[in-house]
């Protein structure tokens, strides 16, 4: 074989391999570069979530320091609105109001509860009426400003 098509032949045999190299190396740069997208998607993604659970965690701590206001400051007014429409009587007392709650047993042991949810402080629970079985129950609470309500349940 003469030199001339020897290097016909050698420059043959490597074209293949070197098209099939640089085939391959493109392919290679195609998915390295889809893999890179859908990082860059996914990171965008956790970012949004770590301001979204940056946003949630404000709120909440919004909220916490609003029902701290609430306890410190929650007038008759707004203990009264909690309350179901209609079944509020306020009455002059000793210490100043009363806030009587008149609740079917089922209403009052659903809205029970809300005294306590609200930072009101226990202070005692007492038949009220002649002394029989089917007297109401008086539940008394105490806010944090010293206003004591009264919260009834109403037997039927």
């Known amino acids: ?29 195609h998915y390295i570069a889809e893999y890179e997208q859908k990082l860059a998607s996914e990171i965008e993604t956790l970012e949004r979530a770590r301001a979204r659970i940056d946003s949630l965690r404000l709120q909440i701590k919004q909220a916490k320091r609003h029902a701290a206001d609430l306890k410190r400051n929650m007038t008759l007014r707004e203990f009264v609105r ?15 109001v009363q806030v009587a709650v008149r609740l079917s047993p089922m209403a009052a042991a659903l809205y029970r509860s809300v005294p306590e949810r609200l930072g009101l402080e226990f202070v005692r629970s007492e ?8 007297d ?8 944090p400003g010293g206003v004591n309500y009264y919260v009834t349940e109403e037997v039927r």
Not at 15 to 29: C, F, K, N, T, Y
Not at 83 to 95: F, L, Q
Not at 136 to 143: E, G, I, K, L, Q
């Open 1 to 29: 074989m003469s030199a001339a098509a020897s290097k016909t032949a050698d420059a043959n045999a490597r074209r293949p391999a070197g098209i099939a190299a640089r085939v391959s190396e493109a392919v290679d740069l």
């Open 82 to 96: 909690l309350m179901p429409y209609d079944a509020v009587r306020i009455e002059p007392w000793e210490g100043g």
């Open 136 to 143: 109401p129950v008086c539940f008394v609470y105490r806010s």
């Open 127 to 134: 038949r009220v009426g002649n002394g029989g079985l089917c």
